[in-house]
């Protein structure tokens, strides 16, 4: 089954995310080019890219899969996000933009992911028709 990942209002959100973060660590020392801002940067790009990859997944559980990776990531990103500020690699605005985004995100994920499951649920309990003989 194939899903429109543009459709989604995470994917909106965790597009953002990510091009809010790489321009936040656009910044940031030399020295951090391949530690934090790299981890930052990754973390932001895997929310999304999970989201498109669990999209394309066949199987409903493979999407919740790839749905719970996505949120694991955002979550990552959050706390970077306040590790970053508190280093003074990023100011406080732009930590409190992201902080926004981050603070809409992880719910959004986690309601989705809630409500696939329940749908999963409700779907194994119901009773299979008789198959005509």
Not at 84 to 108: M, N
Request: aromatic share 6%; hydrophobic share 40%.
């Amino acid at each position: 089954m194939s899903r429109d990942h543009r459709k989604l209002q995470v994917f909106q959100l965790a597009r953002e995310l990510a091009l809010a973060t790489y321009k936040a660590t656009s910044g940031f020392p030399v020295e951090e080019r391949f530690a934090l801002q790299s981890q930052l940067r990754r973390g932001a790009v895997s929310v999304a890219a999970n989201i498109v990859e669990g999209c394309a997944r066949r199987t409903s559980g493979e999407y919740i899969h790839f749905l719970n990776v996505a949120l694991g990531s955002a979550a990552e990103v959050d706390f970077l996000i306040e590790l970053a500020t508190d280093l003074g690699f990023i100011g406080k605005k732009e930590s409190a933009r992201l902080k926004e985004v981050t603070s809409h995100l992880v719910p959004a994920l986690k309601g989705l992911v809630r409500a696939l499951e329940s749908d999963e649920t409700s779907k194994s309990q119901k009773p299979k028709a008789e198959s005509p003989r």
